[in-house]
């Protein structure tokens, strides 16, 4: 069955600071999607970023950057220059194809509170 | 800037009462999921459609809740008889097989059933 670990239930650093989600999956597939998710204090879901299972490449968008570890089944988040808008919690979410529709697997979500 | 829509934001209501939560994809969208957070449980799957056609909908409660998609605008969720244990805050999310696959999600509906 399909699993996400987010082992850090909270994570609290000081503004400025860098700081790394941990991200840890099961899965029998060989081709899926990993993503991940913001909820802001607001409560909505917001979008972040899907990596492909055959495209290794880590990502950077801005202070925001990915790195995916096959190996070690670890797609891990970097924020760099924490600033207190980054306060939020994260999702890691693991898609698996039924009938052609990605169902995502959650992760329980890394409270992340960026103090002043 | 498309955007999943969700109405109503917040709902309470009394146990026994039926709750019908509703939602409008992103035109185009060929997907809907239903997801359900709790603090307990987290976000977990409901049901979900493509093309309108429901696929699955084994991670609903059979004997009270119901989705369906009357037209491609328009899912709807319904519980009836809401229980308290309902209370949670339910999502919506839509997607474009085949195209980027990404699920974006709306605000979410609060419900509180008393």
């Known amino acids: 069955a399909q699993k996400v670990t987010q082992a850090q239930t909270e994570i609290s650093v000081v503004e400025k600071e860098d700081v790394t989600l941990d991200c840890v999956y099961e899965?029998?597939?060989?081709?899926?999607?990993l993503f991940w998710y913001k909820q802001p204090p607001s409560g909505e879901l917001v979008f972040l970023i899907r990596?492909?299972?055959?495209?290794?490449q880590n990502e950077i968008s801005g202070r925001y950057s990915w790195n995916f570890q096959k190996s070690t089944s670890s797609f891990n988040f970097t924020i760099t220059a924490s600033q207190v808008v980054d306060s939020a919690v994260y999702f890691c979410?693991?898609?698996?194809?039924?009938?052609?529709?990605?169902?995502?697997?959650f992760g329980q979500g890394t409270r992340l509170t960026i103090n002043p | 800037d498309a955007r999943v829509t969700q109405t109503p934001r917040h709902k309470v209501t009394e146990m026994g009462q039926e709750v019908t939560m509703r939602c409008q994809p992103i035109?185009?969208?060929?997907?809907v999921f239903w997801y359900r957070q709790t603090m307990m449980q987290g976000l977990e799957l409901l049901a979900y459609?493509?093309?309108?056609?429901?696929?699955?909908d084994s991670g609903m409660p059979k004997d009270r809740f119901s989705a369906e998609m009357p037209d491609a605008t328009l899912a709807t969720l319904k519980i009836q008889p809401s229980e308290p244990r309902d209370s949670a805050v339910y999502f919506c999310?839509?997607?474009?097989?085949?195209?980027?696959?990404?699920?974006?999600f709306g605000p979410g509906t609060r419900l509180t059933v008393l």
């Open positions: 999310a839509s997607g474009l097989v085949g195209y980027t696959d990404t699920q974006y």
């Open positions: 899965t029998r597939d060989t081709t899926y999607y």
């Open positions: 035109l185009g969208h060929n997907t």
């Open positions: 459609f493509r093309n309108r056609a429901p696929l699955d």
């Open positions: 979410a693991l898609s698996e194809t039924i009938q052609g529709a990605q169902k995502l697997v």
């Open positions: 990596r492909n299972s055959f495209d290794e």
